[in-house]
């Protein structure tokens, strides 16, 4: 239940998997801050859904799995090249 302290999206560590494999995905489209947060949430979102999204954002800038520049957040070429690695994708 979306009320509920245990739904996946109000756990970090789920959303910011989330993000990451979002942002993954989507490369080389280019997403603002924004567009990322609302493809994650979605429209029905709850306040702490928003809030741990913006935190799993933030984490993988501060991380250095997320590069923000021009208002456009994409995964790092070492993101890639690890992602590409664990899903035996060779496109990346």
Do not use: C, F, Y
């Not at 998997?17 to 567009?35: F, I, N, Q, W, Y």
């Not at 990322?36 to 709850?46: E, M, P, S, T």
């Not at 997320?66 to 690890?82: A, M, Q, V």
Request: charged share 25%; proline share 3%.
């Amino acid at each position: 239940m979306r009320g509920d302290e245990n739904w996946p999206g109000h756990d970090l560590k789920i959303v910011e998997g989330a993000v990451l494999e979002m942002a993954v995905e989507l490369h080389p489209t280019h997403l603002s801050r924004k567009d990322l947060l609302q493809r994650i949430v979605g429209k029905r979102a709850d306040a702490l859904e928003i809030e741990t999204a913006r935190q799993a954002i933030a984490n993988l800038r501060g991380s250095g799995v997320l590069h923000e520049r021009d208002g456009i957040l994409e995964p790092t070429r070492s993101t890639l090249r690890t992602a590409g690695l664990l899903m035996g994708l060779t496109a990346l």
